[in-house]
């Protein structure tokens, strides 16, 4: 069992920055593919980054790609999202979550999801 839990959602206008975290605890945080996906109202969740269990690999949606960063802290059992230049089409609740290996990109390759944290991009 991994527990996730989120943190670092907030309200920004669009062009601004907000960095998310996702604290890990349970089994151990290096076996596993961390991963962030994201819910807009009346959509479905959809997939924003990858990281490999060393953080030496990573995978991006298109529409982030070159705006957000994901990166991991395995001494920190942490995964974190820096996201910039944000758009008011990124406004959503973003999940971290926890998948066996490589970079899966579909919601069902993970096993553990956080509770999610708002984020709210205002234009």
């Known amino acids: 069992q991994v527990q996730l839990v989120e943190s670092g959602g907030g309200l920004v206008q669009a062009g601004g920055s907000l960095s998310l975290s996702c604290a890990a605890s349970?089994?151990?945080?290096?076996?596993?593919?961390m991963g962030w996906f994201r819910q807009a109202p009346g959509k479905e969740r959809e997939f924003v980054a990858s990281i490999n269990r060393s953080g030496g690999w990573t995978n991006y949606a298109d529409s982030v790609k070159g705006r957000f960063t994901i990166s991991r802290d395995n001494a920190k059992t942490t995964v974190y999202l820096q996201m910039n230049s944000l758009k008011s089409e990124d406004t959503a609740v973003y999940y971290c979550?926890?998948?066996?290996?490589?970079?899966?990109?579909?919601?069902?390759?993970?096993?553990?999801w956080g509770q999610g944290t708002q984020v709210t991009v205002s234009s």
């Open positions: 349970g089994r151990t945080f290096i076996n596993y593919a």
């Open positions: 979550a926890a998948a066996g290996n490589g970079l899966p990109s579909a919601p069902g390759s993970y096993g553990y």
